[in-house]
């Protein structure tokens, strides 16, 4: 079953300070990992999108990783900003037209 | 820079009516896609369209929900008959390419319906 699992499910964390936020997923044939930034009540934005052979990408203060054999990625945020919070969302596409979304990641940055 | 834009912003309707979402996709772009948010829970894919058929549907698009691309510039959801638990955000988006690709989704803003 095409799945894609993230974690924490909900995260605190200080202005300024990093974080790493986790992606699992078993969708099958994978085509591409895409992050999404979502704030409330608003439409997803996307952050950065890779295939099955970038294992790196980065979109300013944040940066994905893909580990295609273990069907991990992780978004990392660097010198977080109170524009931050919001949901993060990882969303796994199959080749042809199926799209797995996540149930994302809710971060707050405190100042 | 160019966006998906949808209207309305917030749609109240009473259960049983039929209600047209509207979507202006970004205008050089040739896959339409449909999804919903049930407040508190993750996106999901409803429909995506190409060349005036569409390409792929959950099984959340049921007969109740139809999608139609009128003239060169809208692309519409349809929902017959709603029901309380239609009530939802849905979101448009597009992309010049597939999203089976590495074509960027663009999302819209989203219109929440609310049914009664």
């Known amino acids: 079953k095409n799945q894609v699992e993230q974690s924490p499910q909900s995260l605190i964390i200080l202005e300024g300070k990093n974080c790493t936020l986790q992606c699992n997923y078993t969708v099958s044939p994978f085509s591409n990992l895409r992050w999404y930034k979502q704030d409330t009540g608003r439409g997803p934005v996307s952050l950065t999108i890779m295939t099955f052979s970038e294992n790196t990408k980065s979109n300013g203060r944040y940066t994905a990783t893909l580990d295609a054999d273990t069907k991990q990625s992780s978004l990392h945020i660097t010198a977080s900003q109170l524009s931050d919070s919001a949901s993060y969302i990882c969303v796994v596409s199959a080749r042809g037209f199926k799209t797995i979304f996540g149930a994302g990641t809710r971060l707050f940055v405190k100042a | ?116």
Request: glycine share 6%; aromatic share 12%; proline share 4%.
């Open chain 2, 1 to 116: 820079e160019p966006e998906v834009t949808q209207t309305p912003s917030h749609q109240v309707t009473q259960m049983g009516q039929e209600v047209i979402l509207r979507c202006v996709p970004i205008s050089n772009h040739l896959y339409f896609y449909w999804y919903r948010q049930i407040l508190g829970q993750k996106v999901e894919f409803l429909v995506s369209f190409y060349n005036n058929e569409i390409s792929e549907k959950s099984e959340i698009f049921d007969d109740q929900f139809s999608v139609e691309r009128p003239d060169g510039s809208n692309f519409t959801l349809k929902i017959r008959s709603t029901k309380l638990e239609d009530s939802a955000m849905y979101f448009c988006a597009s992309s010049a390419r597939l999203a089976g690709g590495t074509d960027t989704q663009y999302f819209g803003p989203g219109t929440r319906l609310t049914v009664l």
